[in-house]
């Protein structure tokens, strides 16, 4: 038997889901997020999981975690004291950056490599050494007493980890290493290091900042990962403890704490892959991930069953570049905890501030004083005040009309009329956020169905897609969990990186087969460290390519096996058509770099498979009561005679019309007047939009 747990950290919940692989088996379980200590939050949710399903925890083979650790440290810029040890002249690199402007137009902007640096200039200290392309040759001597010099100031200043970045380290690696063992023997417990083992490319200011940002985040989630591992063992769970990457895979803890930049999406991309799951069990293969939570709103878009990556132009974490592989999340400060208010020039405005898990919205009873989405919810008659949670606690309407009434009184207008507006406001800058992936990218939202998930997820999702014209809204079995399901979906996955700068006409096919080799030699050993067996191993080659003069490259499959050149020749076809749909032109006569070749590695874990058929009631059976609920139609807000159902009474495969609120555990769904669902035989809810009157 296989048996494990997926946990998602967020803002205001942390979610856990209990699957059992061989027979079915689901559970599903949410607790406060503890933000002053993720892993107690963490810990309380599995032994309450544990306890309410007769599951002992050394019966549980897998833990599979995303974690908002990194991510965290980097956007609340409280990292570790860190260093930099670099090239003589090249101090600077990462204050400089390349001169770009975050915003083109605006006289007053935040640079965050120079408002908030990774490393101070006080920590960032130069040695004598130099490589030099094309093959990463030695023009001169690393200067190790110099490392050893800068190594001993680092401690005396209490610096407690560094990144050693050298120029053209990604073609040899040989003067960081050096360094590397040097700064270990003088700062024995410190977090080294290097720029060629984290993101071994070109382009000197990303790579370092990459670099600094391990060196940031490290010492914070290395402690993490080491107190949530003992405290594991402590409860009996002998099983193995996965932590979900950016790219879409998750990755052992040893690879994570030595390889920290792995996790800075981890929080944010479970949900991606749990959305695409839902779409596999609906048949849908374009999709836009909807992730609501207290917090944030995070958005993701799959096409043809296919999730996006960032590229090198769109790579980056709270103002920072980044070389490393990401899912493409787009995340916006949107959630049900986001705090309405009037700034400082008398404009009505939702988030991005949040109430947080604490103290939470007025709602929550917990002294909240301030206006929220949830608040407004509650307001309107959207959210059951005594069946949030599945009854598991209790919502404080009175204090919710008390802060929306306060604000209505402020604005002038009526208290339902505020309410609704907080959600007008919060709706459409989540719609905004979707037309900056899809329509400004040149993707139809029209085309696609969206999956409305997270605790919030379900209950905007319907008026979101009708701002966009979207026509279906998938409603998950467990919306609220979704994102800690998307956990149990995934596989092992590391990526490695060498950089080529060939061009067509002059490519030695020798040496990308043999770099290609190297690459997957080297993540078949990690697997096998993994225990993880050759027959459950697969890779995925990627190349990166550009016309020759382009500043930017576009991801293009590599075939298997040994590379040819007609099979070069399929891969440079395939970059003119990638081009032309994504610029709208092509320069076939144009000659062609592979800057960077990519190998994925891929190593087969268990997974959660499709789950039980709902068992089929019926509308009365599901009925709890009616509640009048108000919505806006023709421009006028209406009360409507609301039903309100129990979704696991709901029939399977018979429509029903909107207005009508379901109530889950984990989430409530809200679907508007003009609006029909369905429960279809995966679970899963399809709400089809018809045209609001």
Known sequence: MMKTIGVDVGGTFTDLVYCDMTSGDIAIHKVSTTPDDPSRGVMTGITELCAANNVEPSSIDYVFHGTTTATNSVLENKGAKAGLITNEGFRDIIHIGRHQ?????????????????????????????RLVPPTGAELEPLDREGVRRAAQELKAEGVESVAICFLFSYLNPAHELEAKAIVEEVMPGAFVTTSSFI????????????????????PKVDRYIDNLDKALRAIGVQGDLRIMASNGGVATTKMVVEKPTLTLLSGLAAGVLGGKWIGDLTSHDRLITFDIGGTSADIGIIVDGVFSETDARSTSIAGFPLLTPMIDIHTIGAGGGSIAHIDRGGAFRVGPQSAGAVPGPAAYGRGGTEPTVTDANLVLGRLAAQDFLGGGMTLDEAASRKVVGELSERLGMSINETAEGILTIINSNMANAIRSRTVQKGIDPRSFALVAFGGAGPLHGVEVARMLDIPEVIVPPFPGITSAMGLLTTDLKYDLTRTQFQVSGAVDLERINSDISAMEAELSAQFVADKITSADV?????????YVGQGYELKIAFPGGAITQAGLNETFEAFHRAHAAEYGHAFKASPIEIVNLRVSGIGRMPKIDKLRAPASGSLEEALVRTVPSVFRVGGELKTFDTPVYRRTALPVGQAFEGPAIILQKDSTTVMPPATSAVVEASGSIIITLGEAK
């Open 101 to 129: 402007r975050v915003e083109h137009y605006s006289i007053i902007q935040e640079l965050p490599w120079q408002h908030r640096p990774l490393v101070r200039r006080q920590h960032r200290k130069t040695v004598g050494g």
């Open 199 to 218: 993101s071994p490319q070109f382009r000197e200011f990303e790579r370092f900042t990459t670099a600094a940002l391990a060196a940031f985040i490290g």
């Open 538 to 546: 697969s890779f995925q080659r990627i190349g990166d390519l550009r």
